[in-house]
């Protein structure tokens, strides 16, 4: 005799019994206002108010909720209405043009990883060091004009800074001279004769009265425009050339300097100084993660304590330090020389310049550390980089001897006018 199991009959899919549902208590259940619950506590009134709007959102008053008719009534209004305002609207990503928007001609630009022959100044005019000569280029009429009899030297051009407020430019030289110029009379203000055992290669304006420099020895010296005595601080810590130089801000606490030795300096201006060495700051963080050349330094203009660095030839990494302790948060490795970087004044946005194989100028996004745009225009190692005070266009320049301004970060839109407060101020009388 065949057990029960065996003449089981397996089917497909599951088909419920409906005479086994009581629909009238589910109704029921829905619809009533107050309900004993298993407990015998009756419902709250937040709870009664639910029940209703139930009802009317999506049973719309209706006698039953499953039915056998035509097609169903449309969703109410009320459900539509909610799930639009709450659906996440996708922004719309922004193009990055892949060409340079303008190309100019810098002949007998130097190929030297120890120099800054580039500067954007807050008077949009930008700066270019040209062998033994200076070219300006103003960015609102583009206009461009040259001054080498300014100088009165034919030393070549081994660094310049346009000061804070545009109008002083410091030009150094390779006979160890530093000149600041006026930019509205082109005429030397201050002349500052260096060792001649050394050369300025980078420049930081700390306010509009000190400069700070960086020699090819490995000396940083703070000069006070306004004093007789010039130099009133040096930083030691440098063995070679200090290739690049970045205060953290106007008046800025923090001095960053990278330099030949492969070192990466944080220095803190409010740190007490010993007595017997009272023209002398201290070294708050050295560096040496790095294993090439440092001459690419920015701070982030919306973390303060927040500093990028980009290692030479035989290092390719970008790293990023907190600058309170020290510590790296972050490194990538780009694969190829990083030659120079620049923070988006407006954004979380890098752009990094770079050398062999590509010579490209990459834009990451921070900090994902996603690559946003690859450009490429140079056909040599970009060692130069200037942004537009006015926010979206680069400047780049190579030993291929052109400059190319580049459509890269995202200009940002004119502040709204604030409306006007006071009552009937746009008339000049009330009749």
């Given at each position: 005799?065949?057990?029960?199991?065996?003449?089981?009959?397996?089917?497909?899919?599951?088909?419920?019994?409906?005479?086994?549902?009581?629909?009238?208590?589910?109704?029921?259940?829905?619809?009533?206002?107050?309900?004993?619950?298993?407990?015998?506590?009756?419902?709250?009134?937040?709870?009664?108010?639910?029940?209703?709007?139930?009802?009317?959102?999506?049973?719309?008053?209706?006698?039953?909720?499953?039915?056998?008719?035509?097609?169903?009534?449309?969703?109410?209004?009320?459900?539509?209405?909610?799930?639009?305002?709450?659906?996440?609207?996708?922004?719309?990503?922004?193009?990055?043009?892949?060409?340079?928007?303008?190309?100019?001609?810098?002949?007998?630009?130097?190929?030297?990883?120890?120099?800054?022959?580039?500067?954007?100044?807050?008077?949009?005019?930008?700066?270019?060091?040209?062998?033994?000569?200076?070219?300006?280029?103003?960015?609102?009429?583009?206009?461009?004009?040259?001054?080498?009899?300014?100088?009165?030297?034919?030393?070549?051009?081994?660094?310049?800074?346009?000061?804070?407020?545009?109008?002083?430019?410091?030009?150094?030289?390779?006979?160890?001279?530093?000149?600041?110029?006026?930019?509205?009379?082109?005429?030397?203000?201050?002349?500052?004769?260096?060792?001649?055992?050394?050369?300025?290669?980078?420049?930081?304006?700390?306010?509009?009265?000190?400069?700070?420099?960086?020699?090819?020895?490995?000396?940083?010296v703070d000069y006070d425009i306004r004093k007789d005595d010039r130099a009133i601080c040096d930083y030691r810590g440098h063995r070679l050339e200090v290739c690049s130089l970045k205060w953290s801000e106007l008046f800025g606490r923090y001095l960053a300097s990278g330099g030949k030795d492969k070192l990466v300096h944080i220095w803190d201006t409010r740190m007490a100084v010993a007595n017997h060495h009272p023209r002398q700051?201290?070294?708050?963080?050295?560096?040496?993660?790095?294993?090439?050349?440092?001459?690419?330094?920015?701070?982030?203009?919306?973390?303060?304590?927040?500093?990028?660095?980009?290692?030479?030839?035989?290092?390719?990494?970008?790293?990023?330090?907190?600058?309170?302790?020290?510590?790296?948060?972050?490194?990538?490795?780009?694969?190829?020389?990083?030659?120079?970087?620049?923070?988006?004044?407006?954004?979380?946005?890098?752009?990094?310049?770079?050398?062999?194989?590509?010579?490209?100028?990459?834009?990451?996004?921070?900090?994902?550390?996603?690559?946003?745009?690859?450009?490429?225009?140079?056909?040599?190692?970009?060692?130069?980089?200037?942004?537009?005070?006015?926010?979206?266009?680069?400047?780049?320049?190579?030993?291929?001897?052109?400059?190319?301004?580049?459509?890269?970060?995202?200009?940002?839109?004119?502040?709204?006018?604030?409306?006007?407060?006071?009552?009937?101020?746009?008339?000049?009388?009330?009749?």
């Amino acid at each position: 005799m065949a057990s029960s199991r065996s003449r089981r009959v397996e089917y497909d899919r599951f088909i419920p019994f409906r005479s086994a549902m009581d629909m009238d208590f589910a109704r029921c259940a829905l619809t009533m206002p107050s309900r004993p619950q298993r407990d015998g506590s009756i419902e709250s009134p937040s709870s009664v108010a639910y029940q209703k709007l139930l009802v009317q959102c999506i049973l719309k008053n209706r006698s039953r909720i499953f039915a056998f008719k035509s097609a169903p009534e449309s969703p109410a209004d009320k459900v539509s209405q909610f799930d639009e305002d709450n659906r996440p609207h996708k922004k719309q990503q922004r193009r990055i043009p892949k060409d340079a928007d303008r190309v100019l001609a810098a002949y007998d630009i130097l190929d030297d990883d120890r120099l800054n022959l580039l500067d954007w100044g807050s008077n949009n005019v930008l700066a270019i060091g040209l062998n033994d000569k200076v070219c300006l280029w103003n960015a609102a009429n583009k206009s461009s004009t040259e001054f080498s009899r300014a100088l009165e030297d034919n030393s070549p051009v081994t660094s310049i800074s346009w000061s804070p407020d545009g109008k002083v430019l410091a030009v150094a030289l390779g006979n160890s001279d530093l000149h600041l110029v006026d930019a509205a009379t082109r005429r030397v203000l201050v002349g500052i004769q260096g060792d001649s055992h050394s050369f300025v290669c980078s420049l930081a304006w700390r306010s509009n009265a000190i400069l700070t420099t960086g020699r090819s020895d490995g000396s940083i010296v703070d000069y006070d425009i306004r004093k007789d005595d010039r130099a009133i601080c040096d930083y030691r810590g440098h063995r070679l050339e200090v290739c690049s130089l970045k205060w953290s801000e106007l008046f800025g606490r923090y001095l960053a300097s990278g330099g030949k030795d492969k070192l990466v300096h944080i220095w803190d201006t409010r740190m007490a100084v010993a007595n017997h060495h009272p023209r002398q700051h201290q070294l708050l963080h050295k560096i040496s993660n790095h294993t090439s050349t440092v001459r690419a330094l920015d701070w982030c203009p919306t973390r303060s304590n927040l500093l990028a660095s980009g290692g030479g030839r035989n290092d390719h990494c970008i790293k990023f330090w907190n600058a309170v302790n020290g510590v790296c948060l972050n490194s990538i490795d780009t694969g190829s020389e990083v030659c120079a970087l620049l923070w988006d004044k407006n954004k979380s946005e890098l752009l990094t310049s770079h050398g062999f194989p590509n010579n490209q100028l990459t834009l990451w996004n921070y900090t994902s550390m996603m690559r946003k745009a690859e450009l490429f225009g140079h056909s040599s190692r970009v060692l130069y980089l200037a942004g537009s005070p006015l926010g979206g266009v680069v400047a780049s320049a190579a030993e291929d001897e052109t400059l190319k301004f580049w459509n890269v970060f995202e200009t940002p839109k004119p502040p709204k006018p604030e409306a006007n407060t006071v009552p009937f101020a746009q008339f000049s009388f009330i009749r």
